[in-house]
Every structure is written in structure tokens, then in C-alpha cells.
């Protein structure tokens, strides 16, 4: 007999999901955060930083192209 029907048949309720322990226990004893929060960290960090080299692309693409063809200023390096 399943552990599902034993429980059922005595009056027991269902038993409930253990949580994960890798997700409840701690990154660092001293310090309060979780494996998962310190994996949530990481990929917000990451994302982060692209958006932080997206930006600094598009600004060298007007710095360089855009503001000089725009006749806003010439760059020091052109004769």
C-alpha cells in the first residue's frame, strides 16, 4: 500500500513537501542570505552589467558618430 492511501485510510492529512535545504541554508554563517539569494544576486548583478556595457556602447557611438556628423563638435583627433 502507497504512503498516500496508509495516510488516507488512518485519517492522517497529506504530508507536506520539505523545503529545499540548499535554498533555506545559508551562504555564510555569519552572514544572513540564503544560497538562493545569493544566486538571484548574481544573475541581477549580470544583468546589470550589460545593461552598463549596452550603455557605454551607444554613448562612444554618439560621442564618436553621431555628435560630430550632427556638427555638435569635432573630435581632437581629425585634422
Known amino acids: 500500500m502507497g504512503e498516500a492511501r496508509r495516510r488516507a485510510s488512518q485519517g492522517l492529512p497529506p504530508r507536506q513537501n ?3 535545504p540548499k535554498d533555506s541554508e545559508r551562504f555564510l554563517a555569519w552572514l544572513p ?3 538562493s539569494q545569493a544566486s538571484q544576486f548574481v544573475s541581477i548583478t549580470t544583468r546589470g552589467a550589460w545593461v552598463g556595457i ?3 556602447v551607444v554613448f562612444w557611438v554618439v560621442v564618436r558618430f553621431v555628435g560630430p556628423a550632427a ?3 569635432t ?3 581629425t585634422p
Open 75 to 77: 573630435l581632437a583627433d
Open 33 to 35: 542570505l540564503t544560497r
Open 54 to 56: 549596452g550603455a557605454l
Open 71 to 73: 556638427g555638435w563638435w
Open 18 to 20: 520539505k523545503t529545499d
